[in-house]
């Protein structure tokens, strides 16, 4: 795998959707572990996590969109969580964490992609056409 030169924000959009990604998949680790349901709900909480990683490592941005349609089924299982146990300081941190996930995820798609686009050609306005 090479190495991808990313410059400006969307380097920086691209290790904030890494560092959320993770915070995300730790604190679904961590309500795995706390809660220890049937491997058929581990399944179904890690995997779509897990799913879009050969892509992202890839740099590929389909992925990535794919990815911030995801979380918001995370978002959603968080927010009932957060109303059942307001308190509790694992479901915050998983609704930190997928909210930073799909806003990066959604501005590193953004940037990258007018990153790979090429320049756009001038037109010279004294040329038949």
């Not at 730790?26 to 996590?49: C, E, H």
């Not at 740099?59 to 978002?75: A, K, P, Q, T």
Request: aromatic share 16%.
């Amino acid at each position: 795998m090479t190495a991808v030169a990313r410059a400006g924000l969307s380097r920086w959009a691209w290790w904030l959707t890494w560092i959320s990604w993770g915070l995300l998949l730790a604190q679904q680790l961590g309500d795995v572990f706390a809660s220890q349901p049937p491997w058929i709900i581990w399944l179904g909480k890690l995997l779509p996590l897990l799913l879009f990683l050969p892509g992202m490592l890839r740099d590929r941005l389909r992925s990535f969109i794919w990815l911030c349609f995801v979380s918001l089924l995370y978002f959603i299982s968080l927010v009932e969580r957060l109303f059942a146990t307001p308190l509790a300081v694992l479901p915050w941190l998983g609704m930190v964490a997928v909210v930073t996930l799909f806003c990066s995820a959604m501005f590193y798609v953004r940037w990258r992609a007018r990153e790979l686009q090429p320049p756009a050609t001038a037109i010279d306005p004294e040329s038949p056409v």
